[in-house]
């Protein structure tokens, strides 16, 4: 799957659009991917897709 945080895993999200009728039909959530360099420590740095929620939270560490 393309659209995945290479940090958490989290992907597409799938539920309901609900009508003023109350009609139901299926949809998808894409999550906010950003394309950046993260530190992977001594040194190395790579590109990686992960997820606002990873950057917001600090779970991986932006390369300067």
């Known amino acids: 799957m393309a659209n995945v945080c290479d940090c958490c895993g989290r ?7 609900v009508s003023h009728s109350n009609r ?3 949809r998808t ?3 906010n ?3 950046v360099k993260v530190d ?3 040194g190395e ?6 997820c606002a929620k990873c950057l917001r ?4 560490r ?3």
């Open 24 to 26: 139901h039909s299926r």
């Open 11 to 17: 992907g597409r999200g799938a539920g309901n659009k």
């Open 33 to 35: 991917l950003q394309t």
């Open 40 to 42: 992977l420590g001594g």
């Open 45 to 50: 740095s790579r590109r990686m897709k992960i």
């Open 57 to 60: 939270s600090g779970r991986v």
């Open 29 to 31: 959530w894409g999550i």
């Open 62 to 64: 932006r390369a300067v």
